[in-house]
């Protein structure tokens, strides 16, 4: 049986953040010595490295939630599986489209500027123009 403070290293979590998962209900509540001190054992450390690596493929909390009810339930149809991970294919991707717009618009902005004068730098001249930014955020959807 682990401390928390060790499950926190093995799995390079904080100790706040393991609290913080059996608080939502991802971990389940530990053993206790008689001073009260949590205890954990290999399957709290498996669900754990399962919660961070999942954290990690920027899967949402609802998403790992999911995820592991239907871990728990290995009789179950893995297209339930797919399907979580399909959709969380998709946010990546538009995740991706966002960011290559941004990286398309800094380029614009970098090359536009002459790099002279502040007073004339085309870079803070967008930067300023909220009304221009708002046009081009719901243009993109973003």
Do not use: N, W
């Not at 053993?31 to 949402?60: C, M």
């Amino acid at each position: 049986m682990l401390p928390i403070g060790t499950l926190a290293k093995r799995t390079g979590t904080k100790v706040q953040t393991i609290r913080y998962y059996e608080q939502i209900g991802l971990l389940p509540e530990p053993g206790r010595t008689e001073g009260g001190q949590r205890r954990y054992g290999d399957k709290d450390l498996d669900r754990l490295a399962f919660i961070r690596h999942s954290r990690q493929l920027g899967f949402s909390l609802e998403a790992i939630r999911e995820l592991l009810e239907l871990s728990d339930s290995p009789e179950r149809s893995c297209a339930q599986v797919d399907a979580v991970a399909h959709r969380q294919l998709r946010e990546v991707e538009a995740r991706i489209d966002r960011l290559e717009a941004l990286r398309s618009e800094l380029r614009r902005m970098i090359s536009e500027c002459s790099a002279d004068r502040v007073a004339d730098c085309r870079i803070l001249e967008v930067l300023r123009d909220h009304e221009e930014c708002l046009a081009d955020h719901h243009a993109t959807g973003a």
